[in-house]
């Protein structure tokens, strides 16, 4: 009885083991979280999804797929995958990706997916659009300070654009829309933080009485955007007025004056006076002057000027500098002397009717003396033309003593003398000194 009751219960147990009396569980997929797309810009965008059920499957992969079209998505090499997943990390499981590259204005569709063996799972698919490109807004705002030679001009930034800016400015010229590739321009490198951003240069070097065109400009993204083409005149240029003065003359010295009699419409830069043996000098010939603006006019002033050549004519002119450019007064000319010899009166030995009297040349001229001796009357500073005695001929050695004896004259009477010399037909003296003759005695 037993052993029929054994074989009853390995029977039982055997059929148990057969596979139809396996237990059959069904597959579940994971659950996905639908896509959600932030922070959209020109050629970025973020997007994020989560895993919120695991299921029982294993995910071998999962992430998003992109594409243009509305097609059933498609795990490609253009679709941003994450890897395989632990069966047993918990859940949620966020999947998260930042887009970049992406083109301008143009719409994406966007699928989260897990990749099972069975097949990849797909949440819903979400449609998004990058944005336009936008530039920045830029003002040609104005001008003032206008002078002959300058004005100051204004923008400014009045919205940024969908790229950092690189560079803004003004630019400047005498034809209408300068553009950056202008000489005159004035550039600030970097990104503005905030706007409104004003900004302003002051333009230089300008020519007088002359029209010139500006733009503000900023570059973002390799694309220049310029404001509205403004213009202005610059203001037409007075140069100051100076007149030649007088000139006080020696042999190699000379004082010469002038003076400003009118401000122009900037400030003096310089002012003198010029000199040449030529007619109307220039700057450019010797010169002396002060380096400074005139504050009040009518403005005198004289400079000297040494070792100049003797006998010898000179012209000079006064001048006035003012952004470059140089105002001259008439020309005017004068002539320097010769070095004339120079000569003493020595001492004097008289008799009844004569006398020796005596002198020097002490210093050569600038040319060669004709004649020298000692003239004398009866009364003082006698000349050449009273009575005299000349010695002939040219003096070589310095200091040159000399003598003369004086004849026919009067008794117990009281003489004039004075030795001289003579150069170019000019005659030096020395000083007037006296002697007298004694009473004659038979």
Not at 330 to 344: G, I
Not at 365 to 383: D, F, L, M, Q, R
Request: proline share 5%; aromatic share 12%; with cysteine.
């Amino acid at each position: 009885m037993k052993r029929i009751i054994h074989t009853i219960l390995l029977a039982v147990f055997s059929l148990c083991l057969h596979p139809a009396c396996e237990e059959k569980l069904d597959l579940l997929p994971p659950t996905l979280a639908d896509v959600s797309v932030t922070e959209v810009g020109v050629n970025t965008a973020k997007i994020s999804s989560a895993i919120t059920k695991s299921g029982n499957q294993e995910i071998l992969d999962y992430g998003f797929t992109m594409s243009l079209s509305a097609d059933a998505p498609v795990i490609g090499d253009g679709s941003i995958k994450k890897g395989a997943i632990d069966r047993a990390t918990p859940t949620p499981i966020a999947i998260n990706a930042s887009l970049t590259g992406l083109q301008t204005a143009t719409e994406y569709y966007i699928h989260a997916f897990a990749l099972l063996e069975t097949g990849p799972v797909f949440s819903e698919g979400v449609k998004f659009k990058t944005s336009n490109v936008q530039q920045p807004v830029v003002k040609t705002e104005s001008f003032e300070a206008v002078t002959i030679n300058s004005a100051t001009l204004k923008g400014s930034v009045l919205a940024k654009g969908s790229y950092p800016i690189s560079e803004y400015g003004i630019v400047w010229s005498g034809t209408a829309n300068p553009t950056t590739a202008s000489a005159s321009k004035y550039q600030v490198k970097g990104d503005i933080a905030a706007v409104p951003t004003s900004f302003s240069t002051e333009a230089r070097g300008l020519s007088p009485n002359t029209a010139y065109h500006f733009r503000a400009y900023v570059i973002s993204n390799g694309v220049t955007s310029y404001g509205a083409d403004l213009n202005f005149r610059t203001t037409n240029e007075v140069q100051p007025q100076v007149q030649t003065g007088e000139a006080r003359v020696n042999s190699t010295f000379s004082l010469l004056f002038g003076q400003i009699t009118a401000k122009g419409t900037s400030p003096i830069t310089q002012y003198g006076i010029c000199l040449a043996t030529k007619e109307n000098p220039t700057i450019g010939d010797f010169k002396a002057f002060l380096s400074e603006d005139v504050s009040e006019v009518p403005r005198s002033y004289s400079f000297p000027f040494f070792n100049l050549q003797l006998s010898t004519t000179y012209h000079y002119r006064a001048f006035v500098t003012m952004n470059g450019v140089t105002t001259y007064g008439e020309n005017k000319t004068f002539r320097t002397s010769e070095l004339q010899p120079t000569v003493e009166t020595g001492d004097a030995k008289a008799y009844d009717y004569s006398a020796y009297l005596s002198g020097k040349i002490t210093a050569r001229g600038s040319a060669a003396i004709t004649h020298y001796g000692v003239c004398w009357s009866e009364t003082a500073n006698p000349t050449i033309s009273n009575g005299r005695y000349m010695f002939f001929g040219n003096v070589t050695t310095f200091p040159k003593s000399f003598q003369v004896y004086a004849q026919g004259l009067i008794d117990d009477n009281l003489y004039h003398y004075r030795a001289f010399v003579t150069m170019n037909g000019v005659t030096t003296y020395g000083a007037d000194k006296t002697f007298k003759t004694p009473k004659h005695v038979n």
